[in-house]
């Protein structure tokens, strides 16, 4: 499945209420690459200081100019999209988060899990077909407004228009970022990896695997019910 738009698609926008706040949702799209480096920039910033060492959230590789070529090449990958959340009729970004067909390392490991875990096997089944790469929200956006949860919510129905209804998501946390991993357990991830790690400069960290799937069980668990019905009814 082609997830991303590619350069030069335009942009589908949905709306949304939450509250008293009248937001909505765009594609982004190459124009975006900048602002979307200084949102990413400043968030990790934020919530990583004193988390992460500052030699790394100080170095190059965490610079508005670095990340923005990175976007540009992640606004080329038509195997992924982001979704832009920003006030109606305002430019301003409040957060973004970016979503992808499950590949890689990443994905195998919350495979196998999958797979040896009894419990976790009959909520998601043993495969995992989408990944949340990024959530984050502006440090200015308003606090309290279920944005967050709005941003987690269209990223997982845009992959299951794609990817089928019911589709697995995973995604991976840094353990320490403690209100991250509340806020993800709190909207029904459940841990899958917990003893994972990953190298940010010098630093080696704890890397957390979450897997979601809105409807439990999984359309594969689903089909798979149905062909041993047929097997016994022959």
Known sequence: PVLGMGNGASASRHKSKTADLETHFRVANLDDAGALAALQVKAWKDTYRGIINDEFLESKSMS???????WVKILQDRSCLTLILSKKNCKEMLGYTT???????????IERTLKEDIGLKKK??????GEMRTLYLSTDAPKRKGLGSKLFEHGYSFLERHLGEGCVM?????AENTPAMKFYEKLGCKIAVSNSRARFGKG????????YSKYQPVAELQNEAKENGKDSAQ
């Open 124 to 129: 998601f089944g043993t495969k995992v077909h």
């Open 64 to 70: 508005e100019c670095h990340k923005e070529r990175k």
């Open 204 to 211: 080696l960290y704890r890397y957390v695997g979450l897997v």
């Open 99 to 109: 979503v992808a067909i499950a590949g890689g390392r990443s994905r195998g490991k």
């Open 170 to 174: 995973c995604l991976w946390v840094i």
